[in-house]
């Protein structure tokens, strides 16, 4: 890893950004606003990433490496002004220069828009390893969709969630650079045709197909430190055509745009609605489109190096597919290396699995996606006698005690044949790659024996776990610089390199020095995210409450519920005592429901009415108050975490892929309260049993209890007098005046309809290891001494050691340090 230099000094960028201010935007700098100020020193900074983007693309050409292409329907960056001034040393000469101008950096760069590119840890994941890739070296490729609106801005009026366009593109993006020169055809529809070539065998043949177009845009991603830049390459559909003229001539104007108005709509907006067929044909399209563009691109770029020597492609190419929105890659790849190289089928599925590889996120079996037939068919039917095709392989090939197992059969089979046909892309994905990982030892465990157990006994040693990760430079360097100062203070720099190195703290945790500057830059942060919250919420947090806080995608099995249903409890206790003795708590949540996720909506107006009615009750002042912070997104992120007491990771065991809010709040020195379930389990572990809250049932208890035991809520409920307490308020809608129904349907949910995520028999638990939070808290040496070994732990859940897994054991990738003077021309068609 080289260590690059800064590259100018604080004058030199002082009159770059003057320069630019002048030449771009018209503008005397007292004639300039802060926006305009952002633009000027984002395209100074631009510069620099360009210049090291050539020298990158220029050293690859030279030792012509093997490159990983990272598919993902997400990419959740963040901003990058602040990022990218770090990665490239010029935070120092950024912050002298504003200065010397009378201006201040974190004014400007409070500016920028979050990239409306991502929805949760998916998309937040994606982004960790793409700095990672870049930062250690690996020649790698981002491929995503450059959504116009992203996925909503969230507003919070009468206590609902009120969706809104994400406008983030508005006024443009300084950080992406449009390629249209590598625009690629993308088809749809049609049908198959098979035609007798030259040899005498038939061929099939796609025709009749409409054609419409990806345009890449590129977003440089700067490694820390190094030369190297990767690409995150985002596509935006455009029409072949911007209207037909003829019609507009004849004053049909609205009908001439409506076209081109229907094909650019695919990527308008991140994850659609697919409750209508609408919906569904356009998310469908949707991922089809990122993986034919991504395919056609990768393939382009092979030809220029190799040629048709396809037999190479393993050596040079590999795609990871992050989750199964991008399965189709499977097929597209097949498609073209049949029927465009004309490879022979065994060839091309050889080379296909070779260098394809698929990473699962979810045990929810609703979110392995599965497309029926139909619908598949009248919008990709070469895709689908593809699919039809390789399925028949598959269980052709299959042993001979396997093929008489009906059953067995029916669940290894890429079409569930139960009613309407549908393709299974979990199962596409899974045979058509050489290595399937989970992203943490339980969830792998999992979907070994229970989500896929019949591919994981056909094929063991496919199956792999690697522990997801986060990158430390944005989620402690960047997000949190004051406990990031006393870090490089105590062990010295490097760490942002090697986060391995935080274990050096461990000794240090009883030190009364470094436990006061610990305790310090936390209270400093809760004072920043107290401003915030009243800015936002207009409620009152006081930094020296225990702020115990929950921010995560807003779905059941993550029981921001029993977080609530806690809630309900203490303010009950104040209720009952109001002189009772108890640890001030501030409870913090943030998240954002899918549109169309009734119940996940319904839960959000229950805790903002929980908030309504606990800070307006005189009785609870001081002691309790409960904030549901509006619009979730990396930038808000950043602010509360830092200010982190006491973090929530208390979803039902058996559910959470991996998690990495986890990560990132242990890592700035929350302590964690949570279940055995995702990486809480290696959290655990790394930090010690003592180091940690953990509660409730483990994920094989949770099964025992809803199949063996015949899991019945109304038993906990009957046992246990607070929860019944809790429960009788959702019932009798208590903070949802005049909106009883709400908290009413909560209640149904848990009660008569069997609580799925076994918020009931967790409470108990849950409520008692929150007393023990609460005790330890009352002894700030103590809870401080946990924090600093929870941060000295945190060394293995760096995305560096993720990606180097995935490099090692997946994808057979090596660094390729760049050489800021390769001696050969730029090859501008990357």
């Known amino acids: 890893m080289n260590d690059v230099k800064p590259p100018m000094s604080a004058d030199e960028l002082r009159d770059r950004f003057v320069r630019y201010l002048r030449y771009q935007r018209g503008l005397r700098l007292d004639e300039a606003g802060p926006a305009e100020y952002l633009a000027a020193l984002e395209l100074v900074v631009r510069d620099v990433l360009i210049d090291r983007a050539m020298d990158t693309q220029r050293t690859y050409d030279l030792v012509k490496p093997k490159t990983v292409h990272y598919l993902s329907m997400e990419f959740l960056l963040g901003r990058l002004l602040h990022n990218n001034l770090i990665s490239t040393g010029l935070l120092e000469p950024a912050r002298e220069a504003m200065q010397q101008l009378g201006l201040n950096l974190d004014v400007i760069t409070e500016e920028e828009p979050d990239p409306g590119l991502g929805n949760g840890g998916l998309g937040r994941l994606a982004a960790c390893f793409l700095d990672s890739l870049a930062t250690l070296d690996y020649p790698a490729f981002g491929y995503g969709l450059r959504y116009e609106y992203g996925m909503f801005r969230q507003e919070i009026q009468n206590g609902w969630q009120v969706e809104r366009p994400d406008t983030w593109l508005k006024g443009g993006y300084a950080w992406e650079i449009p390629r249209p020169d590598l625009t690629v055809p993308v088809k749809v529809g049609g049908g198959v045709e098979w035609h007798q070539g030259a040899s005498g065998k038939f061929r099939p043949s796609w025709v009749n197909w409409r054609v419409f177009y990806g345009v890449p845009h590129d977003i440089l991603v700067a490694g820390y430190q190094t030369g190297t830049v990767s690409i995150l390459r985002l596509w935006a559909a455009e029409a072949p055509r911007e209207f037909d003229f003829q019609i507009f001539s004849q004053g049909d104007f609205i009908k001439a745009v409506a076209e081109r108005e229907r094909i650019e709509s695919v990527t308008r907006v991140l ?30 770029r092979f030809r220029a190096r190799y040629g048709e020597a396809w037999e190479l492609l393993p050596d040079a190419v590999a795609f990871q597919l992050n989750d199964t929105h991008p399965a189709l890659a499977i097929a597209e790849l097949m498609r073209f290396l049949v029927d465009e190289a004309e490879l022979r089928w065994s060839k091309a599925w050889e080379l296909t699995r070779a260098v394809c590889s698929y990473t699962n996120h979810t045990m929810l079996p609703e979110a392995l996606e599965t497309w029926p037939v139909g619908l598949m068919e009248s919008m990709l039917p070469r895709h689908v006698q593809i699919i039809y095709e390789i399925n028949r392989r598959f269980l052709n090939g299959l042993s001979p005690a396997i093929q008489q197992d009906v059953e067995r059969l029916k669940r290894l089979s890429l079409i569930h044949e139960d009613g309407e046909k549908r393709f299974r892309m979990a199962h596409l994905a899974i045979v058509g790659s050489h290595r399937i990982n989970g992203v943490a030892r339980l969830h792998t465990e999992l979907i070994k024996t229970r989500l896929v157990p019949d591919f994981a006994a056909l094929w ?178 950043e ?168 490099a090692e054991k997946i994808w057979n990738l090596h660094p390729v340090p760049v050489n800021a003077n390769p001696k050969m021309p730029t090859d501008t068609s990357t």
């Not at 994850?271 to 691109?297: K, T």
């Not at 959470?656 to 655990?684: F, H, Q, V, W, Y």
């Open 271 to 300: 994850y659609p609605a697919d409750e209508v067929e609408a919906g569904r044909r356009l998310r469908l399209l949707q991922e089809y489109f990122l993986v034919a563009s991504s395919v056609q691109d990768t393939m382009r």
């Open 639 to 806: 602010k509360i975490i830092p200010a982190a007491d006491l973090s929530e990771q208390i979803s039902a065991a058996g559910w959470e892929a991996s998690g990495t809010g986890n990560m990132k709040l242990a890592l700035n020195g929350a302590l964690t309260i949570g279940t055995l379930d995702g990486a809480n389990i290696e959290i655990r572990d790394a930090v010690g049993p003592e180091n940690i809250f953990i509660f409730g049932l483990t994920a094989d208890e949770a099964l025992r209890l809803t199949t063996v035991s015949q899991y019945d809520p109304w038993n906990y409920y009957r046992s246990d007098p607070e929860l019944a307490g809790v429960m009788d308020d959702l019932h009798t809608g208590r903070f949802t005046p005049g909106e009883e129904h709400v908290s009413r349907e909560i209640w149904s949910a848990l009660m008569e309809h069997g609580d799925r995520y076994l918020h009931l028999a967790d409470f108990r638990s849950y409520a008692d290891t929150q007393a023990r939070v609460a005790a330890l808290y009352t002894d700030p040496a103590a809870w401080t001494a946990m924090a600093i070994k929870n941060i000295a732990a945190m060394g293995y859940f760096s995305s560096d050691r993720a990606i180097r897994e995935y």
């Open 460 to 637: 063991p040693d496919r199956f792999l776990a690697i522990t997801n990760g986060i990158t430390p430079r944005r989620w402690l360097g960047a997000c949190n610089p004051r406990l990031a100062a006393i870090i490089s203070k105590r062990i010295g720099p490097g760490w942002l390199h090697n986060l391995r190195r935080l274990v050096e703290l461990a000794p240090m945790a009883g030190d009364a020095g470094l436990q006061e500057e610990v305790r310090h830059a936390k209270h400093s942060a809760k004072i920043d995210l107290a401003q915030t919250i009243s800015e936002l919420c207009n409620v009152t947090a006081d930094p020296d409450s225990l702020f115990d806080v929950q921010i995560k995608r807003l779905h059941e099995y993550k029981r921001q519920l029993l977080n609530a249903m806690h809630v309900i409890a203490l303010y009950r206790r104040l209720k009952a005592d109001p002189s009772a003795a108890v640890v001030p708590r501030t409870v913090i949540f943030a998240a954002k429901a899918a549109p169309a996720y009734h119940m996940a909506k319904l839960i959000i107006r229950l805790i903002n009415g929980i908030g309504h009615v606990v800070n307006n009750d005189p009785d609870t002042a001081g002691h309790l108050s409960v904030v549901f912070l509006p619009d979730y997104r990396v930038t808000l992120a």
